[in-house]
């Protein structure tokens, strides 16, 4: 069974453009991710003033990123689900500024919303790409399980000893789908690297 929609026609100059800015921001968000975890598995543990920046700086991160994603997109493209993603996020970042102060259940609830909804928008622009250039499967698994994820951090907020290190599994994982994006797109690009 072929996992992509691609089919044995050459993609177009711009396509693959989009495709090398796509994938220089895969592997600049896996890694972003994997420093993130590692700050969480060893500063917020026994630092909250850490603990509270890095809460902060993901959802302000996913939209920055976001906004590099719109960039990277030929401008006949629609942008919506980008755009809706990036204010989801700044709003999150601005939600979490208040309810971090209330506690960590506040915080948790609202990652798991963020994470429901930006899982969503995340799926449908995988299966959009997916028919474009291919290379997308983990971007469409990421965003389903980021909506799973994002359901059980609701679930889970009030449950005892939950904290910030709670979110590292989501952005390991995150990480790694990122990665596998990279180099999907990176194959795309290299099978479709014929005469200029």
């Given amino acids: ?17 989009t495709a090398k800015s796509l994938r220089t921001l895969y592997f600049t968000r ?56 990036m204010a989801i996020s700044i709003i ?19 990652f798991g919303v963020w994470a429901l909804l930006t899982g969503l928008i995340q799926l449908i622009l995988g299966l959009r790409r997916r028919k474009q250039m291919g290379g997308q499967w983990p971007m469409i698994l990421s965003g389903g399980q980021s909506m799973l994820a994002g359901g059980s951090f609701i679930y889970m907020a009030h449950a005892p000893n939950q904290g910030i290190t709670t979110l590292a599994g989501y952005a390991a994982f995150g990480a790694f789908y990122f990665l596998l994006s990279a180099f999907r797109l990176g194959k795309t690009i290299k099978n479709n690297a014929v005469t200029a």
């Fill in 1 to 17: 069974m072929k996992l992509t929609n691609q089919s044995n026609t050459p993609l177009s100059h711009e396509v693959i453009e």
């Fill in 92 to 110: 999150t970042t601005i939600v979490v500024i208040f309810v971090i102060q209330k506690g960590i259940p506040e915080a948790l609830i609202t």
């Fill in 30 to 85: 896996a890694a972003f991710s994997i420093i993130w975890v590692l700050l969480v598995a060893t500063v917020a543990k026994t630092d909250a003033i850490a603990a509270t920046i890095l809460f902060i700086i993901y959802p302000a991160w996913d939209a920055l990123a976001t906004f590099f994603d719109i960039k990277a997109n030929p401008g006949a493209t629609n942008k919506t689900p980008q755009y809706v993603n």
